[in-house]
């Protein structure tokens, strides 16, 4: 992990502030302090402290100085309850709806998008020079199952650079990573097993978890840190929990992180436990200063299955991700194979070359650019037009933050209110298989939040209740 | 279905030899007799008997007449025994490899190819414009779970002109045909339950049975006229069958067609048992001489599921199927959901304006010609090389036919031996739990028979012990 010195010390301000060190509306040291107290040039402390407003944590204030922000979700500030018992999953029809309409990712789906971004411009002739390219080998010949070798160093090298160095044979290729999920817990679990998932949790898994046949048990998740391995552990030791699925960094619906340390305890608990974990890294690339590392560099065991795809950060429409499945990987490619014999060669072929030229790196940089001003954009909307008692995450990476509102709130209802106005949300409870999220929000900030966006974000106060007087 | 007065005496004909009225070598009724019984022009009677002579099934002889040829097998002329009690799946290692080896139908998977056809190239440019198409609102948007609506009426077009008409909302696009078999048989069945197959079976099904954790009972088919439905309700009367996996027209290996009366009488079994059918329609586009008619046009209660693609017709490298999944269909779409949330949408749409163009028929009148010639010069590579006692099928469709050799061959060492030489076949033992047909073979005619693949018919001979002297 390449950190700078002002992202040391932005990470150290954003824990203590977490940890409640400094409360909401506390007056952080002043700047010739924290260089004096942190030993770094006066030029470093205020990056961080620029970071850290850019991020909303802090506010800065006219000839004052620096203060925490009222609005900041505090690690373990938010308490979602002890874990339950495990059950037998029955979601309702919201699930299949809100997957259905691949619009919960964005505010307003009718809306117009701006022009295409140069990247995909490129990927295109990528794919399609693929596509020309022994177009009568490709319709004769099924491609290899484990996936195209070339491919396979590609995503290993990307590892290798993120502190995850991945043998190419222990990668294989699949049809985007809900199939890597699938596949995942296809391979490593009977139906009426347990699995345990972070609470909120993404919605896909729910449904992967009721699709087989797994019973849930939810583990309280923080906002801000996610999953505590002690919390995992106790539910291990009570309930035969086979395998536990986390997504590490920037986690959807709240955006959190699970610190190193904590990560290398939650590994550590497959040594001790029959216990699996399957992380999904579908958001890992997009860490707005850090580079994430994903929780599988500390399995010794081959105990974590990695599933990821280029779908968030790059497109939705390549139908590929990735597996690396550790002690299943032999029983996952089979089921692959049966499952749907192999992924497109031109895609792979194509996104390959658009890899090895240097093209995806470059994209990244700018799409984590923008995926932070957009999420500025999203929490000076939310400040502007909202009030009452309300609190937000403000992830350092990922497509969404997640709002907690008045108890009374009901987000589903108001997720049925909105629709009439084009206007999706995704309400907490689809993050459940419990009530507990009633009052929750998932934004994302994918899309620009100017325009109809703009205007969606007042609209969705005014139905819940929160508008600005 | 259009069939010609000539097309008429043909099928005639066959089924009189597949049922024994001609034996081989008989001599069959002269052109005058045939003309005068069936009061049709002499054109059409030699019509006919060319279409037999092409298939291999008769001979001309100079001056005598056409006669049956010694080769080919006859309907309920190959006895595979009783069928044996369910029984869980555990296949060898080499199961997997074939399908690894998507060589499978490719006799010498490293030589060369033709150019590649023109409508590939066709293809390809739908393809790319279908790429190049709102890119970004694609990398966004994931697709409709469902499939591409224009898509899905150009599918249910198709089958209304094969005498099946199906509601487009009857229709979702999959990855591919074993796709649609995989959420086909997860919809339907609990691990533990026993699914009917035609013995010999597609090895892709078995597999599927085998990860699925289903059992499977074998129900001997004819290699010429497929499974019974006599047989198959014995079956289910004895065993609690809850499915079974049937491919109607042209199945592999054998290239089998069921007979209309007995696909009517396959489907009232679902009537009057708690039995559900998956028609597996890969080849279903592949005919000769007639368009097959899917045994789905009999399914009135919804009870047959229908699996498709364009893999074996158009490019393997589409990666796209479908299923009309009858009572199950909106099970299929949600597990299809979790599974892969959608399918390519440049790939749907590509191919959506080119079967809208009519490319697709008019590339399959190409290929059913090219694939006919191949299968002749096949037959006739088999017909020179080799000796001793065995017999082929002769299929109308599809894409292989499958020979029965003396039965103390055993196809699997062959299998072994030939790799050395880079020729693969597909033994017997790739369509059975059992080891009923490790002295059968399949051979495909996927591509022309000619230079090394011609040689390689003989050096198949030669180490099956079958050469000519």
Same mark, same amino acid.
Request: aromatic share 6%.
């Given at each position: 992990m390449t950190e700078y010195l002002y992202q040391r010390l932005a990470s150290a301000l954003r824990q203590q502030i977490e940890q409640g060190v400094w409360q909401a509306g506390d007056r952080l040291p002043s700047i010739r302090a924290l260089s004096s107290d942190h030993r770094m040039a006066k030029i470093s402390v205020q990056k961080a402290l620029h970071t850290l407003e850019a991020s909303g944590l802090?506010?800065? !204030?006219? +000839?004052?100085?620096?203060?925490?922000?009222? !609005?900041?979700? !505090? #690690?373990?500030?938010? *308490?979602?309850?002890? $874990?339950? /018992?495990?059950? $037998? &999953?029955?979601?309702?029809?919201? %699930?299949?709806?809100?997957?259905? +309409? /691949?619009a919960a990712f964005d505010l307003c789906p009718g809306a117009q998008l701006g022009s295409p971004a140069p990247h995909l411009l490129r990927l295109n002739r990528h794919l399609g020079r693929a596509l020309r390219h022994q177009p009568g080998r490709k319709a004769i010949y099924y491609g290899d199952p484990d996936g195209l070798p070339t491919l396979r160093e590609q995503i290993g090298a990307r590892y290798r650079s993120r502190g995850c160095p991945?043998?190419?044979?222990?990668?294989?290729? $699949?049809?985007?990573? *809900?199939?890597?999920? %699938?596949?995942?817990?296809?391979?490593?679990?009977?139906?009426?097993? $347990?699995?345990? &998932?972070? /609470?909120?949790? %993404?919605?896909? &898994?729910? *449904?992967?978890?009721?699709?087989?046949?797994?019973?849930? &048990?939810?583990?309280?998740?923080?906002?801000?840190?996610?999953?505590?391995?002690?919390?995992?552990?106790? #539910?291990? !030791?009570?309930?035969?929990v086979k395998v536990c699925v986390l997504t590490p960094s920037y986690a959807t619906p709240t955006g959190a992180t699970i610190p190193v340390e904590e990560q290398r305890k939650l590994v550590a608990l497959t040594r001790r436990y029959p216990l699996t974990l399957v992380e999904d890294d579908i958001y890992g690339d997009l860490g707005f200063h850090l580079q994430a590392e994903p929780l599988k560099r500390f399995d010794t065991l081959g105990k974590v299955i990695l599933c990821g795809s280029f779908s968030k950060s790059l497109s939705r429409d390549l139908r590929l991700g990735w597996i690396s499945g550790g002690q299943f990987h032999r029983r996952i490619v089979q089921l692959k194979l049966i499952n749907q014999l192999s992924v497109s060669q031109a895609t792979q072929e194509g996104l390959t070359s658009f890899l090895a030229e240097g093209h995806y790196k470059r994209h990244l940089a700018s799409v984590r650019r923008q995926l932070m001003n957009q999420r500025d954009q999203l929490v000076d909307a939310i400040t502007e037009e909202w009030s009452g008692p309300y609190a937000h995450t403000l992830p350092e990476g990922g497509l969404s933050l997640w709002l907690e509102l008045s108890p009374a709130v009901d987000t589903k209802a108001a997720y049925q209110a909105l629709l009439a106005h084009n206007i999706v949300i995704t309400p907490g409870a689809l993050f459940t298989t419990s009530s507990r999220f009633d009052h929750c929000l998932r934004l994302s900030f994918c899309q620009p939040v100017t325009g109809v966006r703009r205007q969606a974000i007042a609209r969705i106060a005014s139905v819940l209740g929160h508008q600005s007087p």
């Open positions: 802090i506010e800065a !204030r006219a +000839r004052s100085g620096y203060f925490v922000s009222p !609005r900041a979700v !505090r #690690a373990g500030g938010s *308490q979602t309850g002890d $874990t339950d /018992s495990p059950r $037998t &999953v029955n979601l309702p029809q919201l %699930f299949h709806e809100i997957m259905a +309409r /691949s991945l043998d190419p044979a222990e990668i294989a290729i $699949t049809g985007g990573c *809900q199939n890597s999920l %699938f596949l995942a817990l296809m391979a490593c679990c009977q139906p009426g097993d $347990t699995v345990a &998932v972070e /609470s909120p949790a %993404f919605y896909g &898994v729910l *449904q992967l978890l009721q699709q087989l046949g797994l019973k849930v &048990v939810e583990i309280p998740a923080c906002p801000v840190r996610g999953v505590r391995a002690e919390e995992l552990e106790a #539910a291990v !030791r009570r309930w035969q």
